[in-house]
Each structure stands twice: as structure tokens, then as C-alpha cells.
């Protein structure tokens, strides 16, 4: 089993910064991959970037390229999320989740198997 804490959301005006952090416990960490995804009021959760059990590779979603950074630490067992250039429109509730070994789509949350309680980020205008 695995669990996860995320922290740093909070209330941040629009072209703002935050850094979210995602702690994971258990031994599975370091040899799985990691999402962050988010869910607006009213709309489904979707997938906002991923990373690879070692961190060379990385994925984002369209609309955070350029904007946002994934990044892990193995040896703190913590995968993070900088926001840069905060949008009113990237307001939601960020969580992080651990990959399924066998996945067949990284941006499907059918594809993950353990969830944090998530953390709210809201941007103001």
C-alpha cells in the first residue's frame, strides 16, 4: 500500500507561483512512475503532467507546457509541481498519483493506482 500527502496550494493571484509537493510512503516509490492531475468544480479529473520513475522523462498537458515543471526527488520520496505564470483557468484541486506497472495510456486515470486527498489551488483574476 501506498500513500500520499500533497501540500502547497493556496490562494495566488493570476501570473502567480506555487510549488505543490507530494510525499509518498512505502518502499515502491523510486521505481514508479508519478502523475499530478486536477479536477475543476463541474468538470472531470484530468491529466496535467507525468514523470518517469527517474525522472528523465516528463509529460504535460498542452495548456501547462512551458508553464509548469515536474520533478522528483527518490531519496525524499517526494515528486513535485511548479506553477509558473498561474492562470485563473488552472484553478482546481491538484492530486498526485502513482502509476500502475502496466499502463496503456500515462493521461488516464484508469492508469493510476493510488491517490492523494489533493490540494487546492486557486487563481485569482
Known amino acids: 500500500q501506498v500513500q500520499l500527502v500533497e501540500s502547497g496550494g493556496g490562494l495566488v493571484q493570476a501570473g502567480g507561483s506555487l510549488r505543490l509537493s507530494c510525499t509518498a510512503s512505502?518502499?515502491?516509490?523510486?521505481?514508479?512512475?508519478m502523475g499530478w492531475f486536477r479536477q475543476a468544480p463541474g468538470k472531470e479529473r484530468e491529466f496535467v503532467s507525468g514523470i518517469s520513475w527517474n525522472g528523465v522523462t516528463t509529460y504535460y498537458q498542452d495548456s501547462v507546457k512551458g508553464r509548469f515543471t515536474i520533478s522528483r526527488d527518490n531519496a525524499k520520496n517526494t515528486v513535485y509541481l511548479q506553477m509558473n505564470s498561474l492562470r485563473p483557468e488552472d484553478t482546481a484541486v491538484y492530486y498526485c498519483?502513482?502509476?500502475?506497472?502496466?499502463?496503456?495510456?500515462?493521461?488516464?486515470?484508469?492508469?493510476?493506482?493510488?491517490w492523494g486527498q489533493g490540494t487546492q489551488v486557486t487563481v485569482s483574476p
Open positions: 498519483a502513482v502509476r500502475k506497472l502496466h499502463w496503456s495510456n500515462l493521461r488516464s486515470t484508469d492508469d493510476y493506482a493510488y
Open positions: 512505502g518502499r515502491t516509490f523510486s521505481s514508479s512512475a
